[in-house]
């Protein structure tokens, strides 16, 4: 509420899910009647959607076109995923019940609340000049939030349970080469370190821009942010960074963005050859195992499950499992034993193949209106803000493969890059029909 009284409603509203996302306690929520869990992501967007309301600052939720009917398709499947689940299971000793009419209700709830960052992206910052404010405000999170990485680096993730009581994950998957990953109030060193990689990313585009934030020159900048980066000791965060860098320094803001479309496209060949069982995944692994064991260890247990969960889904394969752990998988003693890593695993077990492609074609959609219009940006730094928005999706499409990909912030900035890329096509088209109306004047 004092955000969006005292700021701009975009920056506002950024700032609002972005300190949510780094500063409120992960895997809490409270469960209430008819609502879906309500945790830092959903409640967030439920009190920026009540206090928007409230000051009526009006916004198009769905707005005609491509986008929207694929939204309202993934929420149909959805519904028709609860209505194909109605039949209780018994997996090995455990009770999993059918599914409601009032979990269909719940389900869209859900999705709703996991959508509304995207639709007040795509409305309140459909400005490319509103990118810099908000890379800068990235940067300055980034900054502020490396003292307690750096105390995490040094005493191990203890900072969540200082705060909050209870640890989040699992200690020993932050234990990594002889130290630890600072997992800080994001709940896993993954999730800090491709949040991270997003920051130097803002970073580097402002660096490119040549605009400066408080404190430290971009060089400098940059040079700390990859250093506390490197220490994360994630090095896929690391290998997005670097990459991005290299196409912000080296390509074109234009083939960066059509860049960015094909490599997250391309990325989706994974799953689609898991499916259809032609991934060589037993050769992979022992290729690996040639370099380093564990390594190859830790890949071949990430394949194991993913196939047993896939074997799982396959059994309904159109519209999945839907809740209720039913996608999950069980021991003899019916103990829940299922780590889903990728977020393309769940939401094929979930909402099957057809949630799966909504879910997809949702989040690539921007990327390809990006490519299409980018060329109407008249101004060199709007282009490179605009790049930088496009490789960020796309990381986080790339990441949503092998880990759980992006939060609600990164669905804000998937918005933003959609609403963006709608808004410059209007005013080419509006400046084109104004150059006609002159001429025949």
């Not at 890059?417 to 209007?426: F, R």
Request: glycine share 6%; charged share 15%; hydrophobic share 50%.
């Amino acid at each position: 509420m004092w955000l969006l009284k005292r700021r701009q409603t975009g920056l506002a509203i950024f700032t609002a899910i972005a300190l949510a996302n780094i500063a409120l306690p992960f895997a809490f929520s409270v469960d209430l009647p008819l609502m879906p869990p309500l945790d830092k992501e959903t409640i967030t967007s439920l009190s920026l959607l009540f206090f928007l309301f409230l000051f009526r600052r009006k916004f198009q939720v769905f707005k005609p076109g491509l986008v929207t009917m694929m939204i309202v398709g993934y929420f149909l499947v959805a519904i028709i995923s609860v209505e194909l689940n109605t039949d209780a299971v018994m997996v090995k000793g455990r009770f999993l019940q059918g599914l409601t009419h009032y979990d269909a209700l719940s389900n869209v709830i859900r999705m709703f609340l996991w959508m509304t960052p995207f639709f007040l992206g795509r409305h309140f910052l459909n400005n490319i000049k509103d990118t810099e404010t908000i890379f800068k405000a990235l940067v300055l999170m980034a900054l502020f939030y490396t003292l307690p990485m750096l105390i995490e680096l040094r005493m191990s993730p203890q900072i969540h349970n200082w705060i909050y009581g209870y640890g989040p994950t699992d200690f020993m998957q932050q234990v990594r080469e002889g130290g630890y990953r600072p997992i800080v109030f994001i709940g896993h060193g993954l999730g800090l370190a491709f949040w991270f990689s997003t920051c130097v990313i803002a970073a580097f585009a402002l660096n490119k821009n040549k605009v400066r934030v408080p404190w430290l020159s971009g060089t400098k900048l940059i040079v700390y942010l990859m250093f506390i980066l490197l220490l994360c000791k994630t090095w896929s965060a690391l290998g997005y960074a670097i990459f991005a860098i290299f196409c912000i320094s080296k390509i074109s803001p234009s083939k960066q963005v059509k860049w960015s479309l094909l490599l997250a496209t391309l990325i989706l060949i994974y799953p689609i050859s898991k499916t259809s069982g032609v991934f060589p995944g037993d050769e992979i692994v022992s290729k690996i195992y040639e370099f380093n064991a564990e390594r190859a260890q830790s890949l071949e247990y990430r394949f194991q499950n993913e196939d047993a969960l896939l074997t799982h889904a396959l059994e309904r394969p159109y519209f999945g499992w839907n809740g209720w752990g039913r996608n999950r998988m069980y021991d003899e003693y019916g103990k829940d034993i299922t780590a889903t890593d990728g977020r393309w695993i769940i939401e094929f077990g979930v909402h099957g193949a057809m949630g799966f492609i909504f879910y997809y074609v949702i989040l690539l959609l921007p990327l390809y209106y990006a490519a299409r219009n980018i060329n109407f940006i008249e101004d060199p730094k709007d282009k490179v803000y605009f790049a930088a928005l496009a490789l960020i999706l796309a990381i986080g499409i790339i990441d949503s493969v092998p880990n759980s990909g992006m939060v609600a912030m990164h669905f804000l900035l998937a918005g933003a890059l959609l609403g963006q890329a709608e808004y410059v096509k209007k005013q080419k088209y509006l400046l084109k029909n104004e150059k006609t109306e002159s001429n025949k004047k």
